[in-house]
């Protein structure tokens, strides 16, 4: 599977932004999808993940109750809105794949994009 995240860029605090993850090759063994962000310096955070075909979501506490993660199957997409942006949300944004539920063991996905930037100011 191959992913491309997009949708990054600047935004200023309070903002919204809808983050993109576009899948191809194999997308038949997609079984969930999660993304997580790493801030300059910083370790790797899980934000969201949720079953390609499912329902069940998790998310990562730093942003609990401002992101929605969602997939259209149709289009091989997933998305990441967030919104009540801060600028503890800058970060470099990664969507990645699962052929079963890893969550927010990072480790555990198979296929990674290649992360989009996302800067808040203040």
């Known amino acids: 599977v191959q992913l491309q995240a997009s949708g990054g860029g600047l935004v200023q605090a309070g903002g919204s932004l809808t983050l993109s993850c576009a899948a191809s090759g194999r997308t038949n063994d997609i079984y969930a999808v999660g993304w997580f962000r790493q801030a300059l310096g910083k370790e790797r955070e899980f934000v969201s993940a949720r079953f390609w075909h499912g329902t069940q979501k998790l998310e990562g506490n730093s942003v609990k109750g401002r992101v929605t993660i969602s997939v259209d199957t149709a289009k091989n997409t997933a998305y990441l809105q967030m919104t009540r942006l801060v600028p503890e949300d800058t970060a470099v944004y990664y969507c990645?794949?699962?052929?079963?539920?890893?969550?927010?063991?990072?480790?555990?996905?198979?296929?990674w994009g290649r992360g989009t930037q996302l800067t808040v100011s203040s």
């Open positions: 990645a794949t699962d052929k079963r539920w890893s969550g927010m063991y990072a480790p555990g996905y198979d296929s």
